[in-house]
């Protein structure tokens, strides 16, 4: 279990989304999430900030690999990566978004293998960044530095 405490912990029935800040598909999703996530109960850090590095050293010293495009924690410290991050994270979202759940069903290694084509290819396809943006001052409180 992953310890996560950034000036207090996590709230109940809080997330913390860590995204690749450069690539361009990343955050693009963050952002898309930010609008639908109306209860604000996600919070964000790109994985090239120093939280993002913290949370990143802790994940690789307990054996974690494929830390590299897109995590999320919960307030309980479990961590969910690569396809389980946006049906797990959907739950949170506006509209019928959370109805995507029901992917969940298929097999994990099925849904990972498509994340992980898309994943090698999302600098190609998307381009990257020099550097990670921040939406606006009223959501840089959802930001872990």
């Not at 307990?62 to 797990?88: C, E, F, M, P």
Request: some cysteine; overall charge positive; aromatic content about 10%.
């Amino acid at each position: 279990m992953l310890r996560v405490d950034h000036q207090g912990k996590i709230s109940a029935g809080e997330f913390v989304l860590l995204y690749d800040g450069i690539c361009v598909l990343c955050e693009s999703y963050m952002l898309f999430l930010m609008k639908r996530d109306k209860k604000k109960q996600v919070r964000f850090a790109a994985l090239q900030s120093n939280f993002g590095q913290m949370i990143k050293e802790q994940l690789e010293a307990q054996g974690a690999q494929d830390l590299d495009s897109v995590l999320l924690i919960d307030s309980n410290g479990q961590v969910w990566v690569k396809s389980d991050v946006a049906l797990r994270v959907s739950k949170t979202m506006s509209g019928l978004w959370p109805m995507s759940q029901i992917l969940l069903i298929l097999p994990r290694g099925f849904r990972n293998s498509i994340y992980d084509w898309v994943a090698r290819n999302r600098y190609k396809w998307f381009g990257q960044k020099e550097v990670c943006e921040i939406p606006s001052a009223a959501d840089r409180i959802r930001f872990l530095e």
